[in-house]
């Protein structure tokens, strides 16, 4: 669940920077639009791998031997 959320997290903020840097939308690109229920449903999933990542911060690290 922790790398399926990571990578989530990952493509999530990779679609940002395109938004930011050169006002593409790869999600909508890819999906039909932002209005579109696939792209919605890829945004959706993103918000909800944020909102899980956010615990990443608050956990105990196991120490490697």
Do not use: P, T
């Not at 229920?37 to 911060?57: E, M, N």
């Amino acid at each position: 669940m922790d790398r399926l959320a990571l990578l989530l997290v990952i493509i999530g903020a990779l679609n940002w920077g395109l938004i930011g840097l050169f006002r593409f939308d790869l999600v909508a690109a890819l999906f039909g639009g932002q209005g579109a229920l696939l792209s919605r449903i890829v945004y959706s999933l993103v918000g909800l791998a944020g909102a899980y990542a956010i615990s990443f911060l608050f956990r105990e690290r196991e120490k490697v031997r």
